[in-house]
Every structure is written in C-alpha cells, then in structure tokens.
C-alpha cells in the first residue's frame, strides 16, 4: 500500500457509504405520514430486515460515536423496551400483514444490557408481527464485560445465531485511554459460553488510530484474537469527532497517531489478518473463506446497509428504536435522536419517523454504483448505467473527482468498467465520493479517509 496516496487522501472527510445520499442529507420533510404511506405500499412479496436500537451502556467508552446514554436503573429500560414493543406493534399495522423478515440485527448502546426475560418477551413480539423465516440470521452486539450466563441462555432459546464482540484492543494503555478496559480472558469466556450455548457465528470488531496506539500494539491485540478463532473481524478507524461526541473530548487530541500512523495501523493489520487466513473483504472486513460473507464477496452478491457489510439481499430495512434509521424502495428514514422525544411520539399513536429522504432516479443509479465500488472495488459503469437507462459517459464526465485519482494510479478504467487499483484500495470510499452528487467537502461531517 502506498504511503504518498494516503498523505494525499488521507485526511479527507468522507463518508463510509452505508447508504447513499448519506444520513446528513435527510430532512424532516419525510415525516411519520410518508413512512407509513410507504410501508403500506411494500409489494406482497417483499421480504425485510429488522434492526433493534438499544441506546443504553453501564459506563461510557470514549471513542463511541453511537446515540446512547449511560443508566443505572433498570426501570428506564424496561420502559424504552415497553416503547419499542408498541412500535414494532405500529409498523406491523402499517403494512397490513406479516412480512417475511430474514435478518434480525440488534445494536446499541449495549442491547444485552436489557433483563434476559425481557429480551424474550421482545424476540417474542417480533415474532407475533412478523414472519421470522427459521433461517433467518439474528445477531446480537455484545459488551463482553458485562453478559451474563443468563442472557445468553435467553438468547439461545430465542435462535440468536450470531454475535459480534466489541474488542476494540487488547492494549491495557490504549483501553484506560478510551475507558474500556477489557482483558484477554473476560472475552474468552464469553466466547466459550456462546459457543456451548451454539451460537456459533462469531464477530470481532477492532479499532485503530486510538490514543497510544501503535503497529505493535495492533499486531499483539490480532494475534490475541485469532486464538478465539472469531468467524469474521471489522476493523474500523476511529472517528475523533468532539464537537458531535462530546465524551470524545476526554480523550487527548495529542495521543492520537497521524493519518500516515493510522495507515500503517490498517495495513499491519490487514495484512496479519489475510496471513492467518481470512479474506479481506471491502474497506473493513475480514471473514474465514467459507463464511456466508466470503462466499457473497467471491460471487458479487454482498451488500452494504447501516451494519456495514451484508450478505443481505432485500430491499426493507425497517429500524426499531431512538435514532434508528430504515431503508425502502422509496428512500430512507429516522427516528426521532433523543429517547424522551422518540417514546412520546409513540405515546401519541403515530410512527417515530423525523426525518427521511425520497429517492430520486439518479440516487438509486448513484447508489448501485457506489454499492459495487464500496463491496468489489470495481463497477461496470455501463451495465450499472444501462439497467437505469442512462449513459455510462455522462456519469463518468459528472464525476470530476475521479480525475486525480486516475492520474494518481488508484483507479483504472477499462472502457466503462472501473477498478480500484490492489494497492489503493483503502482509498475506496475516495474513489465511490467521486460519484456523490451531494457530498459538501467543505463540512466536517464524516471520519478521515483513513
């Protein structure tokens, strides 16, 4: 990987690409009436994927960039769960009838930090409102600090399937830095209880570019995880964006690596990753090569949606909870950020919803291209622009960023087919900006482009 394309791309804001437009272009135009218009309009054949927000942890990590807050009462919760009930009950009605679900995701915040009863009684309410296939996928975030024996018997016996651990680093400097000290044996314990409780698909998530962190310290936390044999690992960049998280000012700006740092960080660890074995997969995934993901990559048939990467193939992400965020043919929509504001709308009878955005035809011919960049480095810009009836040229004369990174080597074109070069791919999302017709260079908004 060539260290003076990541100086000069570097430090670029860009979005990571897990919608398009991206959430800061969502308006409160789309409303509660539109959302429940459009889920009344989903064909008969539609299938969907449910994700559960559960915005709440014991103590607060540094680094997070999710909506959540710390609780000390278990009644808070119990409440916001009775919420989210009422609004999967509300959904539901909105469609008219029992849609098919394939996948079910829950995420925080700490979803575990529910009781286990509870979590149950919600599996149990999704159940009744909607067709869960008996091979649907149902994963489940996890702080290993604080599941318990009990939860994940709960978790079984509601066909929890797969489970993604928060690790983060095993460096005892970088995890007093971020507040998240976590050891080596807390997280094999957990992973051996899931395993005899066969839940059997196991994620790593992993950071680089945290406080004090170095290649050696990245390389000691992977070897550390390969002896827990996790399924699939995703290794993110941390975001350092205080002036919208305001905990992340507790972390010094000053014990931060640099953007070529945080290169080295990515790299080091890729390569580590793909030595022992696992196929590297789009901008931050790395799975076992008979996963469901490897086997979706190696076939051109993997997706990406607000979890990242996916081997989910529908169209209807219907998000449950504060700040949760669902997708339709028709475009996108969010809930209501703050929890207070979020459970009262349900308490008034109506969805949610606070904002959202319509697709237009351009979106969607924008967002296939940007999908297959972001999932397989490459795009057939003529077959994608053919299937929307437009013009493969005009979108590659639209596309002015795409300039320097052709003359810098990072992309190849091949008529009208696009591939990101092998040892520019961590520039990916440089490459799929280049087709974004909204994005604003001039906002901070996004994490640095690597």
Same mark, same amino acid.
């Given at each position: 990987?060539?260290?003076?394309?990541?100086? %000069?791309?570097?430090?670029?804001?860009?979005?990571? /690409?897990?919608?398009?437009?991206?959430? #800061?272009?969502?308006?409160?135009?789309?409303?509660?009436?539109?959302?429940?218009?459009?889920?009344?309009?989903?064909?008969?054949?539609?299938?969907?994927?449910?994700?559960?927000?559960?915005?709440?942890?014991?103590?607060?990590?540094?680094?997070?960039?999710?909506?959540?807050?710390?609780?000390?009462?278990?009644?808070?919760?119990?409440?916001?769960?009775?919420?989210?009930?009422?609004?999967?009950?509300?959904?539901?009605?909105?469609?008219?009838? !029992?849609?098919?679900?394939?996948?079910?995701? *829950?995420?925080?915040?700490? #979803?575990?930090?529910?009781?286990?009863?509870?979590?149950?009684?919600?599996?149990?309410?999704?159940?009744?409102?909607?067709?869960?296939?008996?091979?649907?996928?149902?994963?489940?975030?996890?702080?290993?600090?604080?599941?318990?024996?009990?939860?994940?018997?709960?978790?079984?016996?509601?066909?929890?399937?797969?489970?993604?651990?928060?690790?983060?680093?095993?460096?005892?400097?970088?995890?007093?830095?971020?507040?998240?000290?976590?050891?080596?044996?807390?997280?094999?314990?957990?992973?051996?209880?899931?395993?005899?409780?066969?839940?059997?698909?196991?994620?790593?998530?992993?950071?680089? @570019?945290? #406080?004090?962190?170095?290649?050696?310290?990245?390389?000691?936390?992977?070897?550390?995880?390969?002896?827990?044999?996790?399924?699939? *690992?995703?290794?993110?960049?941390?975001?350092?964006?205080?002036?919208?998280?305001?905990?992340?000012?507790?972390?010094?700006?000053?014990?931060? #690596?640099?953007?070529?740092?945080?290169?080295?960080?990515?790299?080091?660890?890729?390569?580590?990753?793909?030595?022992?074995? /696992?196929?590297?997969?789009?901008?931050?995934?790395?799975?076992?090569?008979?996963?469901?993901?490897?086997?979706? *990559?190696?076939?051109?048939?993997?997706?990406?949606?607000?979890?990242? /990467?996916?081997?989910?193939?529908?169209?209807?992400?219907? @998000?449950?909870? =504060?700040?949760?965020? @669902?997708?339709?043919?028709?475009?996108?929509?969010?809930?209501?950020?703050?929890?207070?504001?979020?459970?009262?709308?349900?308490?008034?009878?109506?969805?949610?919803?606070?904002?959202? /955005?319509?697709?237009?035809?351009?979106?969607?011919? !924008?967002?296939?291209?940007?999908? !297959?960049?972001?999932?397989? *480095? %490459?795009?057939?810009?003529?077959?994608?622009?053919?299937?929307?009836?437009?013009?493969?040229?005009?979108?590659?004369?639209?596309?002015?960023?795409?300039?320097?990174?052709?003359?810098?080597?990072?992309?190849?074109?091949?008529?009208?087919?696009?591939?990101?070069?092998?040892?520019?791919?961590?520039?990916?999302?440089?490459?799929?900006?280049?087709?974004?017709?909204?994005?604003?260079? @001039?906002?901070?908004?996004?994490?640095? =482009?690597?």
């Amino acid at each position: 990987m060539r260290t003076d394309l990541a100086a %000069s791309y570097g430090e670029e804001r860009l979005p990571r /690409y897990t919608s398009y437009p991206t959430a #800061p272009h969502f308006s409160p135009a789309i409303g509660a009436d539109a959302y429940a218009g459009w889920l009344s309009e989903l064909s008969s054949s539609a299938s969907a994927s449910l994700y559960l927000h559960v915005p709440f942890c014991r103590e607060m990590c540094w680094y997070c960039g999710c909506h959540t807050q710390i609780v000390r009462r278990d009644e808070l919760i119990a409440a916001y769960l009775r919420t989210l009930r009422n609004e999967i009950d509300r959904v539901a009605d909105a469609i008219g009838r !029992r849609i098919k679900v394939e996948h079910i995701h *829950f995420g925080g915040g700490t #979803p575990t930090i529910m009781a286990p009863d509870a979590f149950a009684e919600l599996m149990a309410a999704m159940r009744h409102a909607f067709f869960v296939l008996p091979s649907a996928e149902i994963a489940v975030e996890i702080d290993p600090r604080t599941l318990s024996a009990e939860m994940v018997e709960a978790m079984r016996l509601s066909g929890v399937n797969r489970a993604s651990l928060g690790v983060q680093s095993f460096d005892p400097v970088v995890q007093r830095a971020i507040n998240r000290v976590q050891s080596f044996e807390q997280t094999a314990s957990v992973v051996d209880m899931l395993r005899r409780a066969g839940i059997n698909g196991i994620n790593f998530d992993l950071i680089y @570019g945290l #406080p004090h962190q170095t290649v050696a310290s990245c390389l000691d936390t992977v070897r550390r995880s390969l002896e827990l044999k996790p399924d699939r *690992f995703s290794v993110f960049g941390y975001a350092h964006v205080p002036s919208f998280k305001k905990h992340q000012r507790m972390i010094n700006d000053n014990h931060l #690596p640099d953007g070529l740092a945080r290169h080295d960080q990515a790299c080091a660890i890729a390569n580590a990753l793909k030595e022992a074995g /696992y196929v590297q997969i789009g901008l931050d995934h790395f799975a076992r090569p008979d996963d469901a993901m490897a086997v979706a *990559f190696k076939e051109g048939t993997l997706r990406r949606n607000f979890q990242g /990467y996916t081997t989910d193939q529908g169209e209807v992400l219907l @998000g449950f909870g =504060a700040s949760a965020i @669902g997708h339709l043919p028709q475009g996108y929509v969010q809930n209501e950020v703050q929890i207070g504001a979020y459970a009262q709308s349900i308490a008034n009878g109506q969805l949610a919803t606070a904002k959202g /955005y319509g697709l237009t035809d351009d979106d969607r011919l !924008r967002a296939d291209i940007i999908e !297959r960049i972001m999932c397989e *480095f %490459s795009a057939d810009l003529g077959d994608i622009c053919a299937r929307h009836g437009a013009e493969a040229g005009a979108m590659l004369r639209s596309a002015s960023r795409l300039k320097p990174l052709i003359s810098d080597g990072v992309v190849r074109l091949d008529g009208d087919r696009l591939a990101v070069a092998s040892d520019s791919r961590f520039l990916v999302r440089s490459v799929a900006a280049a087709f974004d017709a909204h994005l604003d260079p @001039g906002k901070q908004l996004h994490s640095r =482009a690597v």
